[in-house]
């Protein structure tokens, strides 16, 4: 018999969806609409549980499934997995680590250069048929930040952080970044975020979240500066929100871009109709390529799992 998976969160990869389907028995939890009967029918049957970075499994669902042996967490973040319950339990937990890097990457950039540049701005400008009424060719747009040879500071040098520390680097930016440690990098290290945001134009982040602290908070911000940017492609919780609005309000910092909020899928309304802010919907690894390696890595962990071999990802 195959062995039988909850997934808690869809995967959008057709080929991954057959494979999942030939090598397991997969119970598609976040389609039932009563999801406490349907667990109850199933519970004693599931070896695996498929998720999201974002969806994670509560240790209340983990405890109603006794032959629980790996969660395969479809993403990097594993902050709403209780990871030290699974521990105890001997449940496996994977990630697609390394997958999702150079998307991420390339999204930071783009929302530097999209924020900078107010490539946002113009799109509305020109389809709202403003470009031919107006008296003059770029009225009433005001004049874009270049964004070559901007500072850019980094919060969290780990493969994200690299891979944008590469890309702004070829866009000849100076880099300097902050991390629990200086690292084996050619990039200036900086302990203090309060500094980093002084010396930086650009402060992005791209930090771990696990500990769910808001370490962009109203100082931070007004370090940063009147002139200086924020881009945020980590985690929403990373940045105290109320702060970033009332900074963005003040004129203390110059704008913000953000892919990932606090309270996903809400974002502050206060930021819609803000031409300083560039809005995603956390969406930095959602190209077909990256989703795709992704599907790849969450059916590898399983079957890894279930023929007792140590799955590529493993977080613990």
């Keep these: 018999m195959k062995p039988e998976v909850l997934q808690l969160s869809p995967i959008l990869i057709p080929q991954i969806r057959e494979r999942l389907e030939q090598l397991f028995t997969v119970h598609r939890y976040y389609e039932q609409a009563d999801k406490d009967a349907y667990v109850s029918q199933y519970a004693s049957n599931i070896r695996g549980v498929i998720t999201g970075g974002h969806t994670g499994i509560s240790q209340a669902l983990m405890a109603r499934l006794p032959n629980l042996e790996v969660i395969a967490v479809n993403g990097v973040g594993t902050d709403a997995v209780d ?46 048929g403003r470009w031919a009424t107006s008296t003059t060719p770029l009225a009433p747009l005001p004049l874009a930040r ?9 919060v969290g040098m780990g493969r994200v952080g690299r891979a ?15 991390d629990l440690q200086a690292l084996d990098v050619p990039y200036g290290f900086e302990a203090d975020l309060l500094q980093l945001a002084k010396d930086s134009d650009a402060l992005i982040l791209a930090a771990a979240a696990d500990k769910g602290e808001a370490l962009i908070n109203r100082d931070v911000l007004r370090a940063l500066g009147a002139e200086g940017y924020l881009i945020n492609i980590a985690r929403g919780k990373l940045v105290d929100e109320p702060a970033l609005v009332a900074a963005l309000q003040a004129g203390e910092i110059a704008g ?11 974002a502050p309304e206060a930021l819609f109709e803000r031409e300083d802010v560039v809005l ?9 390529q990256t989703r795709t390696r992704m599907g790849e890595m969450v059916v590898a962990s399983l079957v890894d799992v279930f023929a007792g071999r140590k799955p590529q990802g493993l977080v613990i």
Excluded at 146 to 154: A, D, E, F, L, T
Aim: proline content about 3%; glycine content about 10%; overall charge positive.
């Design 164 to 178: 944008v520390a590469q890309r702004a680097t070829a866009f000849g930016c100076p880099i300097r970044y902050t």
């Design 146 to 154: 270049q964004v070559s040879g901007m500072r850019v500071g980094i």
């Design 280 to 288: 995603q919907p956390h969406r930095a690894s959602a190209t077909v």
């Design 83 to 128: 990871l030290a319950y699974a521990r105890d339990r001997g449940i496996q937990v994977t990630a697609t680590l390394g997958a999702l890097t150079e998307d991420v990457a390339d999204l930071a950039i783009g929302l530097l250069i999209g924020l900078c540049r107010g490539i946002c701005t113009g799109d509305r400008f020109v389809r709202a």
């Design 256 to 266: 913000a871009a953000l892919d990932v909020f606090a309270d996903e899928p809400r």
